[in-house]
């Protein structure tokens, strides 16, 4: 028998229950039998929060459209412009997921639980248009420091930033090998560019 509990904690508690279900087995391979069971309640009881599949998903949905407005913030390293973007290419290349996530927040559950799906390409387009910006709001003021305090000395802020935004695409769509061998001279020829300020308007 389900222990009782307050309305919106047995709520929430459905929500991540099929949240870890969508993440694992795709939204078409879980059942609202399966949320009841993960979330140790009956269907029933389910049923009185959520009339169906769809409707939990699309509550999922929009925490996630909220979720991707956050900003990942790139901290400066040693006040130098070029080694932290030196460092975020690396880290990009080193870590299993995705790097501005972790700098974000954001959870990776979730995104995992609403991406999982057949057929949203479109729906998810419409809701990342909806959330923060990576190259205006993360990589640019990172470039823009560099133009300020003289580091980088010539050069648009925005197309570096997009060059750089194209390398870290690379990097995360790559395996690892391949980006060793391909992609880290890309990254050294881009960073001597910057320091010998060959990046021209």
């Known amino acids: 028998m389900h222990k009782r509990i307050a309305k919106e904690d047995r709520h929430e508690q459905l929500l991540n229950a099929a949240c870890e279900l969508f993440a694992k087995k795709g939204f078409d391979g879980t059942t609202m039998k399966d949320i009841a069971a993960r979330a140790g309640v009956t269907p029933p009881l389910l049923n009185q929060h959520f009339n169906s599949k769809e409707d939990i998903y699309s509550e999922l949905y929009e925490r996630w459209c909220e979720d991707v407005k956050k ?19 690396k880290e990009e290349l080193e870590q299993d997921s995705w790097y501005f996530e972790k700098l974000s927040g954001r959870d990776v559950l979730l995104d995992q639980a609403v991406r999982n ?13 909806r959330g ?18 003289g580091e980088i000395r010539r050069g648009d802020a925005k197309a570096i930033a997009n060059i750089i935004w194209t390398i870290l695409g690379g990097l995360r769509n790559q395996r690892r090998n391949f980006a060793e061998r391909f992609y880290l001279p890309t990254i050294y020829m881009l960073l001597e560019l910057l320091k010998n300020d060959c990046i021209n308007n």
């Open 71 to 89: 900003i990942a913030v790139i901290p400066i390293i040693d006040g130098s412009a070029i080694a932290t973007i030196e460092n975020l290419l």
């Open 132 to 149: 923060s910006d990576v190259v205006t709001d993360s990589i640019l003021p990172v470039v823009q420091f560099g133009i300020d305090a």
């Open 117 to 129: 799906r057949v057929g949203i390409s479109k729906l998810l387009t419409a809701g990342l248009k």
